[in-house]
């Protein structure tokens, strides 16, 4: 079968792979339908995670299910299913309390040996550990390219609303305005905010911001902080969700909040550590969480949001591309040229 292989920095090969089976009881063989191309692949394809060459890409993905193993007993043949981007044991203490992405079995797909030698799902095929944790139904009426959205990042966008504690009449701000920070903002709206803005440098990303209700910042024309005080009395936003990881951007997001407000940091740190302005975020009893997302238990009720309509995401694809492009894919991806591509085999 075909997979998108990892060979070397800015280098993704589509190559003919054994078909992977299930092995152990809790497998399920699923045929991909539909695969992501996610910013997190980004840090892969530019040559920052270990482990990865000669592994197969992509975390992302819908399908529909071959084979299960003896021990699945939520799916069956035939079922379609969307996976959640990692796997998770479902039973462990961290499972029962909801936090999956602390299981003690957990590991994501398409990372290679960093994170779990799980298969990578841009490929024709692929295995599905722990499959009645890791994957859910989709139900009818909701297409494979509206699903594929729940298993990564819109659960992380609602993950980052959630945690913001976002109230009704609040004014929010979103840092970023790529695929996450576009799901934030669709998220957090779901909260009954009265403002929500965002903050970007790109012009065609705040637009299309905008377009979903969002309130347009650019960062390279206004000083964000400064550009939010203005509009809120002075004071600040009430929360700020943080969806870049860079070290200005998590700046940003506390500068930008109120005292006694809430920072939701979802962006994947590129660093793994920097100044931590303690003094500030003590006198101005801020809230700052970080983490990424605990997609199990949001699939269902994300998919139940998009089937009444109160979610788009599939709103935000600009590109539709065949496996076999995956070079090209990622070519224009990491070249900030695509908001967001899937693949079909
Ligand atoms: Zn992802
Ligand atoms: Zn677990």
């Known amino acids: 079968m075909k997979m998108a292989v990892y060979r070397g920095e800015r280098h993704v090969e589509v190559a003919d792979v054994p078909k992977p089976a299930v092995v152990k009881s809790g497998d399920a063989l699923v045929r991909v339908t539909v695969a992501g191309v996610c910013g997190s692949d980004l840090h892969i394809y530019e040559g920052r995670v270990p482990g990865c060459e000669g592994w197969g890409m992509g975390h992302e993905f819908v399908g529909v299910v071959e084979q299960v193993g003896p021990e699945v007993h939520r799916f069956k043949p035939g079922d379609r299913v969307v996976s959640s981007f990692y796997i998770a044991c479902g039973h462990c203490e961290y499972c029962r309390r909801g936090w999956t992405n602390q299981c003690v079995e957990r590991g994501a797909f398409g990372y290679g040996e960093f994170f779990g030698a799980l298969g990578g799902a841009q490929a024709e095929f692929i295995t599905v550990p722990l ?10 009426g909701i ?4 699903a594929i959205f729940v298993g990564d990042i819109l659960a992380t966008g609602f993950f980052a609303a959630e945690r913001a504690e976002i109230k009704p009449g609040d004014s929010v701000a979103v840092i970023g305005a790529g695929p996450v920070g576009l799901m934030a903002i669709m998220c957090a709206q779901l909260f009954g905010p009265a403002r929500v803005f965002v903050i970007d ?3 065609s990303r705040l637009e299309f911001a905008q377009g979903i209700g969002a309130v347009p910042i650019n960062a390279t024309e206004t000083h964000p902080v400064e550009a939010i005080k203005a509009q809120t009395g002075g004071y600040g936003a009430d929360r700020s969700i943080e969806c870049v990881g860079v070290l200005e951007a998590v700046q940003t997001a506390i500068e930008c909040v109120r005292g006694g407000g809430t920072i939701s940091m979802v962006g994947i740190p590129n660093h793994t550590i920097g100044d931590f302005p303690y003094l500030d975020v003590w006198q101005r009893s801020l809230t700052f969480r970080a983490g990424w997302c605990n ?12 089937a009444a309509g109160r979610l788009k995401p599939e709103s935000i694809i600009s590109h539709r591309m065949k496996l076999d492009q995956a070079d090209e894919a990622y070519r224009i991806f990491d070249a900030r040229q695509a908001t967001k591509i899937v693949l079909t085999p």
């Open 201 to 203: 440098m790109v012009d």
């Open 295 to 306: 997609v199990q238990p949001h699939m269902r009720p994300l998919l139940d949001l998009i």
């Open 131 to 140: 499959a009645d944790t890791t994957l859910e139904a989709i139900p009818d």
């Open 143 to 146: 297409t494979d390219e509206q």
